[in-house]
């Protein structure tokens, strides 16, 4: 049953930044969407760039991509893994697209010779902009995150049009405040002042607060939720703690508990219907928690310090293991770090070997030599997107014996391209939004190949990001010598996917296979990969 209007749910944050906004959102989603609610996310993120897309990983984590190609937010990828529904251009919006669109339109006249402000006319594109979603009429709840902290310059013009948006649509619009409440051990006690002082904040902003989400190392009691209401506003019954947790997929359950989702509905004016299966959800928090197997997975890259440069990867092992009843821990290992005197007493003892994707020359001699490893001491080897162009080097040399193989994206002057710039990207000059990005059909040219068993169909699509493939006029030497194309792009010819038929389990793909997954459908290849870690 559909409701007749939309309604929308926004989270702000305060305090500090990285409390968790963004699972605190996919975690009430997942428990609307289990009571039989249509659900969309979406992300607000207050930085003046266009997209992540031009953004080093160490200044943002990992940049996500969707199926039309948009490169956005990593919690569009929490998004996707707690609803197992894909996101979409819409689904995130910054303040470059925001001021953009304006800007534009007023190059056109569109605004008939006013002058352009922040309100209405930024404010306006804002609310514009989260309506979207809730016009298609395909979602009953929307809930819309926004970047950053309360406070933060970058964030008022949000901040302003929630407050535009409470006052226009009622009891259909509604604010969650996630705060944290820290811990001070000196005195053993928890204390709600920084918790009063956001929410002071938001209330200079003219947003009051209906639920507020209390981050907490310990549990809080009764005396302290009644404190926390008293000071901000808040009906006691709609103070709700978030205790920290092992796994972010515990967060829906412990929401569960604190009837998060009931308030909600009621606050909303929608019905609480009875909660759907989640049988499916906590089978995986079982495995997860209970393996009967455990695998170290050696991920080589050049951003390992800052974990959420990886972090779909890092989650798809997770689906993977407990697809396998197995608890995956990832060994982070430094590209730069890796030289042919450490290489095998770093690696030796992994069961598998991934190396990650990326963009540039540096660390890349020590991926070579974490493909050439696996390669010679069969151990299970995944390569994405610049890791399969690495194995496909590190091939060239080693086995083809092309001493000076290499990709042009590292030198431009190799006699031996077996890694070339695509066609369509040599008169490129923009970096933002221009490399071949989304979702694209791949054929599979075996039913004997290892992919093909996982996969177990012939035409797949995967989601892409990058500028550089491999040069089909080398292929009939890496056929012949052992390594096989066993995935073709059908329209380009574009060598999409790389096997060693005689290895234990050595496959290399252009596409980013680690968006697809999620937490009720872990992607067969890395399903596929920590099987053969575990055989």
């Given at each position: 049953?559909?409701?007749?209007?939309?309604?929308?749910?926004?989270?702000?944050?305060?305090?500090?930044?990285?409390?968790?906004?963004?699972?605190?959102?996919?975690?009430?989603?997942?428990?609307?969407?289990?009571?039989g609610?249509?659900?969309?996310?979406?992300?607000?993120?207050?930085?003046?760039?266009?997209?992540?897309g031009?953004?080093?990983?160490?200044?943002?984590?990992?940049?996500?991509?969707?199926?039309?190609?948009?490169?956005?937010?990593?919690?569009?990828g929490?998004?996707?893994?707690?609803?197992?529904?894909?996101?979409?251009?819409?689904?995130?919006?910054?303040?470059?697209?925001?001021?953009?669109?304006?800007?534009?339109?007023?190059?056109r006249?569109?605004?008939?010779?006013?002058?352009?402000?922040?309100?209405?006319?930024?404010?306006?594109e804002?609310?514009?902009?989260?309506?979207?979603?809730?016009?298609?009429?395909?979602?009953?709840?929307?809930?819309?995150?926004?970047?950053?902290?309360?406070?933060?310059?970058?964030?008022?013009?949000?901040v302003?049009?929630?407050?535009?948006l409470?006052?226009?649509m009622?009891?259909?619009?509604?604010?969650?405040?996630?705060?944290?409440?820290?811990?001070?051990?000196?005195?053993?006690?928890?204390?709600?002042?920084?918790?009063?002082?956001?929410?002071?904040?938001?209330?200079?902003?003219?947003?009051?607060?209906?639920?507020?989400?209390?981050?907490?190392?310990?549990?809080?009691?009764?005396?302290?939720?009644?404190?926390?209401?008293?000071?901000?506003n808040?009906?006691?019954?709609?103070?709700?703690?978030?205790?920290?947790?092992?796994?972010?997929?515990?967060?829906?359950?412990k929401m569960?508990?604190?009837?998060?989702?009931?308030?909600?509905?009621?606050?909303?004016?929608?019905?609480?219907?009875?909660?759907?299966?989640?049988?499916?959800?906590?089978?995986?928090?079982?495995?997860?928690k209970?393996?009967?197997?455990?695998?170290?997975?050696?991920?080589?890259?050049?951003?390992?310090?800052?974990?959420?440069?990886?972090?779909s990867?890092?989650?798809?092992?997770?689906?993977?293991?407990?697809?396998?009843?197995?608890?995956?821990?990832?060994?982070?290992?430094?590209?730069?770090?890796?030289?042919?005197?450490?290489?095998?007493?770093?690696?030796?003892?992994?069961?598998?070997?991934?190396?990650?994707?990326?963009?540039?020359?540096?660390?890349?001699?020590?991926?070579?030599?974490?493909?050439?490893?696996a390669?010679?001491?069969?151990?299970?080897?995944?390569?994405?997107?610049?890791?399969?162009?690495?194995?496909?080097?590190?091939?060239?040399?080693?086995?083809?014996?092309?001493?000076?193989?290499?990709?042009?994206?590292?030198?431009?002057?190799?006699?031996?391209?077996?890694?070339?710039?695509m066609?369509?990207?040599?008169?490129?000059?923009?970096?933002?939004?221009?490399?071949?990005?989304?979702?694209?059909?791949c054929?599979?040219?075996?039913?004997?190949s290892?992919v093909?068993?996982?996969?177990?169909?012939?035409?797949?699509?995967?989601?892409?990001?990058?500028?550089?493939?491999?040069?089909?006029?080398?292929?009939?030497?890496?056929?012949?010598?052992?390594?096989?194309?066993?995935?073709?792009?059908?329209?380009?010819?574009?060598?999409?996917?790389?096997?060693?038929?005689?290895?234990?389990?050595?496959?290399?793909?252009?596409?980013?296979?680690?968006?697809?997954?999620?937490?009720?459908?872990?992607?067969?290849l890395?399903?596929?990969?920590?099987?053969?870690?575990?055989?």
């Amino acid at each position: 049953m559909k409701v007749a209007d939309s309604r929308y749910i926004f989270v702000t944050g305060g305090v500090t930044s990285s409390l968790g906004k963004g699972i605190l959102a996919s975690s009430l989603a997942k428990l609307l969407q289990s009571r039989g609610y249509a659900v969309a996310l979406q992300k607000l993120d207050p930085y003046i760039n266009v997209d992540p897309g031009t953004l080093n990983p160490y200044e943002h984590g990992e940049c996500y991509v969707t199926e039309d190609g948009a490169e956005t937010d990593l919690d569009l990828g929490h998004y996707e893994r707690f609803l197992n529904i894909p996101t979409s251009q819409a689904n995130n919006v910054t303040t470059g697209k925001i001021y953009q669109s304006v800007i534009s339109k007023e190059r056109r006249g569109d605004y008939l010779g006013k002058t352009v402000q922040i309100i209405p006319h930024i404010t306006d594109e804002i609310k514009r902009r989260i309506k979207i979603l809730g016009s298609k009429g395909k979602y009953d709840i929307v809930i819309t995150e926004i970047g950053g902290t309360v406070g933060d310059i970058e964030s008022l013009p949000y901040v302003e049009a929630v407050r535009q948006l409470k006052w226009e649509m009622g009891s259909r619009a509604l604010v969650i405040h996630l705060t944290l409440v820290p811990y001070l051990s000196a005195t053993g006690e928890l204390k709600t002042k920084p918790t009063q002082h956001s929410v002071k904040q938001l209330l200079e902003n003219g947003v009051q607060p209906d639920v507020l989400v209390l981050r907490t190392e310990h549990h809080i009691d009764e005396q302290i939720r009644a404190k926390v209401a008293l000071f901000t506003n808040v009906s006691i019954d709609a103070v709700v703690q978030s205790v920290d947790v092992p796994s972010i997929y515990e967060v829906p359950l412990k929401m569960l508990e604190e009837k998060l989702d009931v308030t909600v509905l009621r606050k909303l004016d929608l019905p609480v219907r009875e909660p759907a299966d989640l049988e499916d959800w906590k089978g995986f928090l079982h495995r997860l928690k209970n393996p009967e197997h455990a695998v170290e997975i050696a991920l080589v890259g050049k951003y390992v310090e800052l974990h959420d440069a990886y972090k779909s990867i890092s989650e798809a092992l997770v689906h993977a293991g407990a697809a396998n009843n197995a608890r995956v821990t990832v060994r982070w290992i430094h590209s730069e770090s890796l030289t042919e005197a450490n290489v095998e007493k770093k690696l030796r003892s992994a069961g598998g070997i991934l190396v990650a994707p990326g963009f540039g020359h540096r660390g890349i001699k020590g991926k070579i030599l974490a493909a050439r490893f696996a390669r010679e001491n069969n151990i299970p080897y995944f390569g994405i997107c610049l890791g399969m162009q690495i194995a496909v080097i590190e091939f060239a040399r080693h086995v083809l014996h092309l001493e000076e193989a290499d990709s042009t994206e590292i030198n431009p002057g190799t006699p031996h391209p077996v890694i070339d710039l695509m066609e369509q990207q040599k008169e490129v000059t923009d970096f933002g939004g221009t490399m071949r990005l989304g979702a694209y059909e791949c054929r599979l040219i075996s039913r004997k190949s290892k992919v093909f068993e996982a996969y177990n169909k012939l035409t797949i699509s995967e989601r892409h990001r990058h500028r550089f493939e491999f040069n089909n006029a080398y292929l009939p030497q890496f056929e012949k010598a052992g390594m096989k194309a066993v995935g073709i792009n059908p329209d380009t010819d574009l060598v999409e996917i790389v096997e060693i038929p005689a290895h234990k389990w050595f496959v290399g793909v252009q596409f980013h296979p680690e968006y697809r997954s999620t937490v009720l459908n872990p992607h067969p290849l890395f399903v596929s990969f920590i099987r053969s870690v575990l055989a």
